[in-house]
């Protein structure tokens, strides 16, 4: 089982720039989410999707844009990428069972100059 | 500010000794789950506890929900240097699809 796989593990952006972070789920679960990791700060929710055609803002939304057009699928779009943004992002996907775990990727290493 | 604190923030102890990490909020939540990292991955579940003073063990990690569902607690008994790495806690609240994680606490166990 693959479980979560996210791409690219590292990425070097110059403010201004654009990318997308893919993640990408072979569990069928329906729950998907981002979180940013900076020291310090644990993990800070910014987007999540319960269901494919579905998302919300987590606490941290602002600069980040999302889409689930497929259950497979969660990508997580800079639109115009800042220093503040640099971080370690990590993609999850969670089954509907009441005690189900967070199922986490191996991240992205994410540093904007 | 984070919905969870997590204290302490870093823990170096030696093998042998006993530990125990606290994970406080002012809001209620439906369950709570803790996890543990190391570096370069992704965090893995330890435990999900759901019901207000609700124990569970798990070797030699014992965690606790508080009555009220608003606080947790992890205590490891005779600390081991594969303990070391990062642990944090993560709570659903009672409204909501969303998982606030705390600020971590990050553990050093030496040899």
């Known amino acids: 089982n693959a479980g979560v796989t996210q791409t690219p593990k590292f990425q070097v952006l110059k403010t201004g720039q654009s990318m997308t972070l893919q993640c990408a789920q072979d569990?069928?679960?329906?729950?998907m989410s981002w979180y940013r990791q900076d020291p310090g700060m644990g993990l800070r929710l910014i987007h999540y999707?319960?269901?494919?055609?579905?998302?919300d803002q987590g606490e941290v939304p602002n600069g980040y844009n999302v889409s689930r057009s497929t259950t497979e699928d969660f990508p997580l779009r800079l639109l115009s990428a800042a220093p503040s943004q640099t971080s370690v992002y990590f993609c999850?996907?969670?089954?509907?069972?009441?005690?189900?775990?967070?199922?986490f990727g191996n991240g992205t290493r994410l540093t904007v100059t | 500010t984070q919905l969870l604190e997590q204290s302490p923030q870093f823990l170096s102890i030696q093998e042998g000794e006993n530990l125990t990490v606290y994970c406080n909020s002012s809001?209620?939540?439906?369950?709570l789950q803790w996890y543990r990292q190391e570096p370069g991955e992704g965090p893995v579940l330890l435990v999900t506890v759901v019901t207000g003073g609700e124990v569970k063990k798990l070797k030699r990690l014992t965690f606790q929900f508080g009555d009220a569902r608003k606080d947790s607690s992890l205590h490891i008994t005779a600390a081991q240097p594969g303990d070391t790495g990062l642990y944090l806690c993560?709570?659903?609240?009672?409204?909501?699809?969303?998982?606030?994680f705390g600020t971590g606490t990050s553990l050093t166990v030496i040899p």
């Open positions: 993560a709570g659903e609240p009672l409204t909501g699809n969303q998982f606030y």
């Open positions: 999707s319960v269901g494919a055609g579905i998302t």
């Open positions: 809001s209620v939540f439906s369950s």
């Open positions: 569990m069928n679960h329906e729950y």
């Open positions: 999850a996907s969670m089954g509907a069972r009441l005690d189900s775990p967070l199922h």
